[in-house]
């Protein structure tokens, strides 16, 4: 079947409109959607599992990557939920090879979080996701791999993406500061790496893949994982023994050279992550405050049920580190830290002193990369501010009064004029 046939364009026109987008290009993708499914060979098993977040969710404007994902689960059926009710991404294969459609492949949906690729910041504007069920470091089933190989390449004839910016969501994702990495830094993720092996991508049918991180490269982020960019970029001999390390029987263990962050990674701090101390005492994520006097031989356990994003959100002086920079690390002072002043005020990390910011009180509230979006009036809403992430969890509104609240928690009508939009770079 083809990938148009259920695309939800019609029900969803209304709601384009009110968000300020043309109702023309809705009309013209729903004339071309019926063109294509013409044209398209039958071979994907492919069904509606449509979230219903989609129809909130705008149309993007370019389509330049697909960014692939594992689950970290084993079965699709523990999966697809999540994936749906938060509209995490455009297709689900699962394990048979049967691909779910999630959110319209026009629209976007909330896959990459904290992202860059070559500058770009927030690929969830550019690319399409696709959830394969499985984990990082294990092969995926046959079935799978024809499914996916078909599914690439019907994207791929459809938005002209080349071999190479087909990405996995370990070379996009990255992470703002942190207790273990004081600049911004690759290696938030290790989600989808095996789709980065030269034996994957050639059972796939991708010929060419991108030859190192461009982003590294360039000084813009700090590689925070060595083994992870063997695997993504390494000959194939580097990304076996890359991958062999992951696999170690000691790899979920913390010791030597091995932090919360090198197992967990942006799950360290979840309430999904379980650390089973030597002595049998257990504590989830959420639950650890002092994370260097975590013993050796602790097993980390992590969950498929995790947020594939958390935001790191809002941050306290006194509770999550003593002061400023034990939160923004080397980025105290870059126009992405926001501080909640005592006094009420909010300010960019650019607009105070190192003087300042040292002598920032406990209690004052952090968020490290963010964007100091503006204020809202009657010719600039939430969208024309942040755009799709108008609704994200990860966005925060200060209201005129005061209140704080998330993307998750508004509706369009009640978000008054002169609420502050801060949203994840
Ligand atoms: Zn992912």
Known sequence: MGLDYFDTDRVSIKRRNRLGLISTAGWLLVFWGVI?????????????????????????????????????SSKGSSAIGKLQSRGEAHYMVDTNGHVYRIIDKHRVAFHAGRSMWNGRTNLDRYSIGIEVVGFHNKPITAAQTRALKELLTQLQGIYKIPDERVLTHSMVAYGAPNRWHKKSHRGRKRCGMQFATKSMRSALGLTSAPAYDPDVRAGRLINADPYLAQVLYGSPREQTTAVARY????????????????VARDQYNAATTLYTFPDGRKLRGNQIRDWTSIPAGTRVTLSGDSDEN??????????????????????????????????????RGDQLTLAQIRALPASTRILVGYIFGGYISKNRSAYDICGAKWKHPSTYYKFPDGSIRTG????????????LVLFSN
């Open 36 to 72: 294509l499914v013409t044209s398209q060979v039958q071979a994907l098993q492919i069904s509606n599992k449509i979230s219903p977040r989609n129809r909130e969710r705008p149309a993007r404007n370019s389509s330049d990557y697909i960014v692939l994902h594992t689950t970290e």
């Open 247 to 262: 696999n170690a029987a000691d790899a979920q263990t913390i010791g030597k050279g091995r932090s919360a962050w090198d």
């Open 310 to 347: 958390p935001s790191e959100g809002l941050q306290v002086v006194g509770t999550d580190a003593p002061n400023a920079s034990g939160i923004a690390g080397d980025e105290v002072r870059k126009s992405t830290t926001i501080y909640f002043m005592p006094d009420g005020r909010v300010m």
């Open 408 to 419: 998750n928690q508004i509706n369009e009508n009640s978000i008054p004029q002169k609420t």
